[in-house]
C-alpha cells in the first residue's frame, strides 16, 4: 500500500480521489483549507487518511507541512496536485496584480510542492497535475490568469518528466465540466451551472468520482508506462 499527497481533498475532485485512495487501502496526506471538512474525512478515513490544513496561497505553511510531515510520513509514492482557483473573472485588460493569487495557487503551489516532496518520493512514483481545458482548448476571455495558470501547468508537468526519465512519472489531467462548487461559482450558482451542462454533449457535466476514478489509475503502477501525458477527460465536451 503506498501513501498519496492529495492537495484540495475538502472538496470535490481532490475529496473524490482521497476517498477512492483510502477505499483501495493506501494512506492518503490530505491538504486543504477548511478544518471542519478535513477533519470529518479524518475522522471517516479509516486511521489512513491524515488532514492537514494548508493555505496553498502562502509558500510558508508548504514548507512547514514539509517540515512537520518528514517525520511521520518520510516517503511519499504519489502527489495530487489538485487544489485551484479561478479568482475573479475579469477582462484580460483589466487584470491586476490582485490576480497573482491565482497563479500562486495553480502554478507556484504544485511546482514548490514537487520541489520539496522530490527528497521523500519513492521510485516510480506517480505525480499527477490537476490542469482544465481552458488555457490550450478552450479561451474564455474572462479566465486569462486561471487558463494561464493551468497551461503552464502542463509546461511543468512535461518539462519534469523529461527531467527525471521515469525515474518519477508526471502526467497532467484536463477534466472538462464537472460538478463541483467551483464550476458552481463561475456559473453564479448550481441551477444555472446544470442549465448551462444541458448544452454538454452528453447532456450533464462529469461526477468528481469519474474523474478520481482517472487520477487513481495514473497514480497507480498500472499506468507505468504512461509518463509526461495531458489527458483530456471531458465526456466528449470539446467536440463540439
Ligand atoms: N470543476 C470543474 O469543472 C473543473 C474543470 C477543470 C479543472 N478543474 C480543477 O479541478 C481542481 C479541483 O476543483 P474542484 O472542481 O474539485 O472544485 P472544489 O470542489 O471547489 O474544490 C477546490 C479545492 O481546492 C482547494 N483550494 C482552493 N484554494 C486553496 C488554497 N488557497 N489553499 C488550499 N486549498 C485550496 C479547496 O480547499 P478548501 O475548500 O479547504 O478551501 C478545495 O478543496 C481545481 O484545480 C480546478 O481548477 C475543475
Not at 54 to 75: G, N, Q
Not at 139 to 156: D, I, R, V
Not at 160 to 182: E, Q, S, W
Request: glycine share 8%.
Amino acid at each position: 500500500m503506498k501513501t498519496y499527497l492529495v492537495t484540495g481533498a475538502t472538496s470535490g475532485i481532490g475529496e473524490a480521489t482521497a476517498l477512492q485512495l483510502i477505499q483501495e487501502g493506501h494512506t492518503v496526506l490530505a491538504l486543504g483549507r477548511n478544518e471542519t471538512k478535513g477533519r470529518d474525512l479524518e475522522t471517516n478515513g479509516h486511521g489512513r487518511l491524515f488532514f492537514f490544513q494548508v493555505d496553498l496561497a502562502v509558500p510558508s505553511e508548504i514548507e512547514r507541512f514539509f517540515e512537520t510531515t518528514k517525520e511521520d510520513f518520510p516517503t511519499i509514492d504519489g502527489i495530487f496536485n489538485n487544489a485551484g482557483t479561478f479568482g475573479k473573472p475579469v477582462a484580460p485588460e483589466r487584470v491586476t496584480d490582485q490576480q497573482t493569487e491565482v497563479f500562486q495557487v495553480n502554478y507556484h503551489a504544485p511546482e514548490q510542492i514537487i520541489q520539496r516532496a522530490a527528497k521523500r518520493l519513492s521510485r516510480g512514483a506517480s505525480i499527477v497535475n490537476n490542469s482544465a481545458i481552458v488555457g490550450h482548448v478552450k479561451f474564455p476571455a474572462m479566465l486569462l490568469p486561471y487558463a494561464s495558470s493551468k497551461s503552464a501547468l502542463l509546461t511543468l508537468t512535461k518539462t519534469y518528466a523529461a527531467r527525471f526519465h521515469g525515474k518519477y512519472r508526471f502526467n497532467a489531467i484536463c477534466p472538462g465540466p464537472v460538478d463541483t462548487k467551483l464550476s458552481h461559482s463561475l456559473y453564479g450558482g448550481k441551477e444555472k451551472f446544470d442549465l448551462a451542462m444541458k448544452h454538454h454533449l452528453r447532456g450533464h457535466a462529469a461526477h468528481p468520482s469519474e474523474i478520481a476514478e482517472v487520477v487513481c489509475f495514473l497514480l497507480s503502477d498500472k499506468a507505468s508506462y504512461i509518463n509526461g501525458q495531458t489527458l483530456i477527460v471531458d465526456g466528449g465536451y470539446t467536440l463540439t
